[in-house]
């Protein structure tokens, strides 16, 4: 679908979104930015200190020290860093994590103020489901304010480092496991990097390049939900061009519950039919490739030159709320 440039929040200012006290004052931004405006969500892994927007974006001087800092644990101690994220709860930054580099960098602003809007939109009175956890980034920073968070991640060797994150934290349960839009078993591409890797396409045989593969249990929103007998209040989805299809196995969960969405999946005509089909709404904070200005709109509102990192899924009633915490 392409971007659609009327409505009345099309040409609204930027509003100010550096809103959360992270580890340090500074002013961050995204790290890279997809090619057109509905490319997907999801940004290429470019080299922190080979992006000028980036780097214009943070500042020069932020920049310059918290890349020296990350380069300093990586290269020269050879030692992991703990960070406080801005809910509270420590963090370790794994060495060989471009992901962590990014959270580091971007002071916890990795997805452009999304996480802490979501963090703000949580009540603590239900179940958090971080689909592609990777790390623990997002399980950690919303499990406070969720009954209790389910981290799904298949990639096992981000299993190993969502382990070592997790120690501790009573609240969170790491589930091993894809999610998907039928249950059952699939083939599972790792990428060079594991924040890359995802389901393998039906009809593939799951191998791209030097990409190895395994076979790994999927399960769908609707039915963990049901098998576990959850009320949920909130879902992330970050699952590499797959998203689409987990939501489209949430529709029950989606109706009956109204729990609040914020996922990778890109603007298009089929979330947008899935949106409407469930009385949500569909709005996200989007960035001018061209000026690195930001603001936030309805997603049908985005224009070419705009790219949108995540979206947000928000039940119609609850719309009002979302745009007065943005």
Do not use: H
């Amino acid at each position: 679908m392409s971007p659609n440039t009327t409505g009345p929040y099309a040409d609204a200012s930027a509003p100010d979104i550096q809103k959360t006290p992270f580890i340090d004052r500074f002013v961050t931004s995204p790290t890279s930015y997809s090619a057109s405006a509905n490319a997907g969500c999801r940004p290429s892994l470019e080299r922190l200190d080979l992006n000028p927007i980036f780097i214009r974006q943070t500042g020069p001087l932020n920049w310059a020290r918290r890349t020296f800092v990350r380069q300093l644990y990586k290269r020269v101690l050879k030692r992991e860093q703990v960070i406080t994220l801005p809910s509270g709860r420590p963090m370790t930054l794994p060495l060989g994590s471009s992901f962590a580099s990014e959270i580091y960098i971007t002071g916890c602003n990795v997805d452009w103020g999304a996480e802490r809007l979501f963090y703000d939109m949580l009540t603590g009175k239900g179940a958090f489901l971080d689909i592609g956890a990777n790390i623990g980034y997002f399980a950690l920073y919303m499990a406070p304010r969720a009954t209790r968070t389910f981290a799904f991640e298949p990639d096992p060797r981000s299993i190993a480092r969502l382990e070592s994150n997790l120690t501790g934290q009573g609240d969170i349960e790491l589930v091993p496991m894809a999610v998907g839009r039928e249950a059952g078993t699939a083939q599972f591409t790792l990428a060079g990097a594991p924040e890359l890797s995802s389901l393998s396409a039906a009809g593939s045989s799951g191998s791209s390049g030097n990409a190895d593969t395994v076979s790994v249990p999927v399960v769908t929103i609707d039915g963990f939900v049901k098998e576990r007998g959850l009320q949920v209040e909130a879902i992330k989805t970050d699952i590499e061009g797959f998203d689409l299809d987990a939501l489209l196995a949430a529709t029950e969960t989606l109706k009956g519950q109204r729990p609040l969405v914020l996922t990778e999946a890109p603007m298009n005509a089929e979330i947008a039919a899935l949106a409407e089909g469930v009385d949500y709404a569909i709005w996200c904070y989007a960035l001018n490739r061209e000026t690195g200005t930001k603001r936030f709109i309805e997603g049908k509102n985005l224009k070419s030159a705009e790219s949108a990192k995540m979206l947000f899924m928000v039940p119609s009633e609850r719309v009002g709320e979302l745009r007065s915490k943005a």
